[in-house]
């Protein structure tokens, strides 16, 4: 057994990425600033986008775009419930209604003539999720959104890197990012809004900062005056230059961090071949290249006459850790109680929600601590 705990996830943080904070710790210069005007350049020009907001959090992100497309009572919002529950609250805290879709049972991903049967004239806006680093096939989705004038927003919290039919995901439409440590790159916590249209970005930019009509660097630039004023009530959701900074470096490096994930999963999809409880996930064949973002199992648990709980425990107990993306949102607690209606209604959700883990995957893991997981999960599996 593994003397020494592995865990699902690791931050790959550089003593250059430690010294660029540094240098802007002395500079006098913490908030947003020019690290951060850096940083939003650099990440348009990484996905090809016309422009970015670096902001907070993902969460604030989607926040702030359903503040600016004036989501609220009556509204109804699709979305997978195969996804992480921060669109969702805040779907529900808008007053609007989730309207969950299925998602494909091997890709963990939903499709146009999913979401095409749940569009009603209340649909106001359809969430897709790039699961895991794959990419989700967007042009089928935005045409039937287009025909409707529904607006799209791509939740891309998993797919920093990631590429649809040889374009970076971002590159198009409306897309948010998130740099939560466990992601592709981090800013500690942080996140970018990234957009083809010029309207809407203007307003996130306004909106992250009080609704003021500039914010707080232009505000100390000279020249730019001092009297901003609110031009509608916004929110406090802008990154600092101290995060901006480490999100420099990790975006210099983020190539190199797919590649090795992407070496890393190899093995796993190799050595797991052999393990006949242990299902793999399929890529779409949309994805022209995968981020690997997450390495995702799904145990057979009639076969391995074990639940995917009991599977995690039993890894932990060997030293390994593991993950769980995601359980679905309508099998939680305050969902079950207010939606009961929505259990049953979504199979291959549901089927997944119970079989899901996520196996240790980050840049600095080795080989040997891959085939560590492969060896422990033959152990349990055999026990
Ligand atoms: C991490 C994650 C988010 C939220 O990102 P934050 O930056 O933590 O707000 C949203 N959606 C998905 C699918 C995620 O995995």
């Avoid at 999720?129 to 891309?156: C, S, T």
Wanted: proline letters at 4%; hydrophobic letters at 40%.
């Amino acid at each position: 057994m593994r003397k020494e705990f592995l865990p699902f996830s690791r931050p790959s943080i550089s003593e250059k990425d430690i010294a660029a904070v540094g240098d802007v710790l002395r500079s006098g210069w913490i908030t947003t600033g020019s690290r951060t005007a850096e940083f939003e350049q650099a990440f348009s020009e990484y996905c090809g986008c016309k422009g970015a907001v670096a902001l907070s959090s993902a969460t604030a992100g989607m926040h702030l775009l359903l503040t600016a497309l004036g989501i609220g009572a009556g509204d109804e919002v699709i979305t997978p419930s195969m996804t992480w529950v921060s669109t969702v609250n805040l779907i529900v805290r808008a007053g609007a209604r989730p309207v969950f879709v299925d998602v494909n049972r091997d890709t963990l991903m939903t499709d146009a003539d999913r979401i095409k049967g749940l569009i009603t004239e209340n649909t106001r806006l359809i969430i897709p999720v790039h699961f895991a680093g794959a990419a989700v096939d967007m042009a089928p989705i935005y045409h039937l959104a287009d025909e409707q004038n529904i607006a799209v927003v791509e939740d891309a919290a998993h797919a920093a890197g990631t590429e649809y039919r040889g374009q970076k995901v971002g590159r198009k439409g409306t897309a948010i990012f998130s740099f939560h440590p466990i992601k592709n790159m981090t800013t500690g916590e942080g996140g970018m809004f990234c957009s083809d249209n010029d309207e809407l970005l203007q307003n996130i930019r306004s909106l992250r900062f009080h609704g003021l009509g500039v914010d707080a660097h232009d505000r100390n630039q000279q020249g730019r005056t001092p009297q901003a004023e609110v031009l509608e009530p916004g929110f406090k959701y802008n990154l600092t230059d101290v995060a901006a900074a480490l999100g420099l470096g990790q975006l210099a490096r983020l190539d190199d961090f797919i590649a090795k994930r992407t070496l890393l999963a190899e093995r796993y999809q190799q050595q797991l071949a052999e393990v006949d409880e242990i299902l793999p996930m399929k890529t779409s064949p949309c994805t022209s290249r995968h981020g690997w973002h997450l390495f995702i199992v799904r145990l057979d648990t009639a076969r391995a006459s074990m639940d995917r709980d009991t599977f995690m425990e039993e890894l932990k107990q060997r030293n390994i850790g593991t993950g769980l993306h995601f359980r679905a949102v309508h099998e939680q607690r305050y969902y079950r109680e207010t939606i009961p209606q929505v259990m049953g209604t979504l199979p291959d959700t549901e089927w997944n929600s119970a079989r899901i883990c996520s196996l240790p995957l980050f840049p600095n893991m080795t080989m040997e601590d891959v085939d560590d997981v492969v060896v422990a999960i033959k152990e349990v599996l055999s026990s």
